[in-house]
């Protein structure tokens, strides 16, 4: 009987360990099931189709969109003057008691668990706890990313007439410890934009190092190859950049633009540091495209894109078109115009 009543006890431990295992990990949607949302700077929030779903309430301008489950968070400003988020268009107050008196705006968003992250400089905010980030007088940066609930927040720092450096900042001991990303020569500038985290421990961030696009993978420097060769600009402006990361099935992906040789900007996908360009195939002449951001969603990847193109009004005006394109793979799948979209998500 007692032998009955110990296998019955583990046999149950084991059946909730496997329940709670099956609740933590996310349920990846078939493709006829998700949702595309898009999100304006206005905080306007647009469906796959185009058509607008919400204006979220007492919003100033609104940062990032991000996704769980089926609920989407946005980070912002509030015109109330309020430290806090929009969940699924209902707007959340963090009570935070800030030492300082200035306006605060958050201007990245992540989650994890319960925890929502926010940067609002200074700071990162974890719920309503407050972690400031070290020697950040110059700094600046929009990207947050979560893997286990250690947080990281990349960017850069200013140094005036000196080059600049690419920074990552990551969590140690309640404060945000700063990390210089390497460079190939100090004489040149870094700059980073973006963070992707995995693992807890193992981060991927993209930007550029002087003229050329590059990612840093757990902080050690790949320069990413452009596909033309145009003349080096006298000011320093890159021909190259990552604005986007993700990684699916065990390769990385890194999205930007490069120059081409008339010095206009083309949207590229690196796919584990080899690059393509990505284009509509829209025929009017182009004058210049980029990749904004790229989301890992089961097996799909997803990628923002945006192309300028020139055309000729029938009285011989010359006016400007903008499609904004979001792709899954290597496929079209949304096209917007007019709106000024920040970014968006699929939930």
Not at 39 to 54: K, N, S
Not at 299 to 305: A, G, N, V
Not at 307 to 328: A, Q, S, V
Request: proline share 4%; hydrophobic share 35%; glycine share 8%.
């Amino acid at each position: 009987m007692k032998h009955f009543i110990n296998s019955f006890f583990i046999a149950t431990i084991a059946l909730l360990l496997l329940s709670s295992c099956d609740h933590d990990e996310p349920t990846v949607k078939r493709r006829g099931l998700r949702q595309i949302l898009v999100l304006t700077a206005e905080g306007h929030v647009y469906d796959m189709m185009g058509d607008r779903i919400m204006e979220l309430p007492d919003c100033e301008y609104a940062s990032e969109i991000i996704s769980d489950g089926d609920d989407y968070f946005v980070s912002g400003k509030s015109t109330k003057d309020k430290v806090g988020y929009w969940k699924n268009g209902k707007w959340n107050t963090l009570h935070i008691d800030f030492i300082d008196n200035v306006s605060h705006e958050t201007q990245g968003i992540a989650k994890w668990d319960y925890y929502i992250f926010l940067f609002d400089y200074p700071y990162i905010l974890k719920n309503s706890g407050i972690f400031p980030i070290e020697e950040c007088e110059y700094f600046t940066a929009s990207n947050l990313a979560v893997s286990n609930g250690k947080c990281y927040l990349a960017g850069g720092e200013y140094h005036g007439d000196d080059p600049n450096d690419a920074v990552l900042y990551s969590e140690s001991k309640g404060r945000y410890a700063k990390s210089i990303l390497p460079k190939p020569s100090e004489n040149v500038s870094g700059h980073a934009t973006t963070v992707y985290a995995y693992d807890t421990v193992h981060t991927i961030v993209g930007g550029h190092v002087g003229f050329e696009p590059c990612i840093w993978v757990d902080k050690q420097l790949q320069v990413l190859p452009r596909l033309y060769n145009p003349p080096l600009p006298e000011v320093d402006i890159p021909l190259g950049h990552v604005s986007s990361i993700a990684r699916l099935n065990g390769h990385i992906y890194a999205c930007g633009f490069v120059s081409d040789d008339e010095s206009h900007d083309q949207a590229v996908l690196w796919v584990d540091g080899v690059p393509q360009r990505v284009h509509s195939g829209r025929q009017e002449y182009m004058l210049f495209s980029y990749a904004e951001e790229l989301i890992a969603y089961g097996d799909d990847l997803y990628m923002l894109t945006f192309e300028c193109f020139e055309k000729t009004l029938p009285n011989g005006e010359t006016d400007y078109d903008i499609d904004i394109l979001i792709w899954m793979n290597d496929r079209i799948i949304a096209k917007y115009n007019h709106i000024d979209i920040v970014n968006f998500t699929v939930l």
